[in-house]
């Protein structure tokens, strides 16, 4: 028995969390919570569809592990992914804003999550697991702004349950629930439109700030071109 999706069809394969779970199981969804939550490379993983499909396999019996097992691997693996970031980051330091753009790196996504990090401090590593490319690139930008271990590793800890054990959960519960079993597709594109409302948010403030910074500045060219 499986679950039939084809919400991501117009994408790769591997961004398909019913795909994955079927090819990779168990061990590979670890390694992608793990990538997506510390790893340069990882922004691109469908982190919160694939748990909130993890949590449905397990509500099928599609899964054989108890949810509780699976809860405690994802959240170890989101915990040692952060861990891993920060560390990273510490390492590269300010160099990391002057990488040139590759195929696989983009600046303005260091850029995002240094601004969320700034305006939110130590509670940007809890927030940021909810908010995709953020939550990638948050640790590393932690490590680079030589964030208390201490205190990072704590925030890490408790980002890593609500994130990874939470969405788990809620797909299992949820998942037991008919409508939403048999129309898993449309449920995948509802998380994906979900967890890019924090970035439209993002961007709109941003927008919002940058307005009002210029119009002051617009104002005083004016006023020195009428003296």
Known sequence: MTLTTTALALGPKYLDPNWLLTNVGIIGILIIVFAESGLL??????????????????????????????CLMVWVAAFLGDQVGYLFGRKVGPSLFNRPNSRLFKQENVEKAHAFFARHGSKSIVLARFVPVVRTFTPIIAGVSRMNYRTFTAFNALGGLLWGAGVTVLGYFLGQISFIRDNIEAMFIVIVLISIVPLIIEFLRSRRHKSASDAPAATTRGRHRKR
């Open 41 to 70: 490379i990882g922004f691109f993983l469908p982190g919160d569809s694939l748990l909130f499909a993890t949590g449905m396999f397990v509500s099928r019996n599609l899964i054989s592990l108890p949810l509780w097992s699976v």
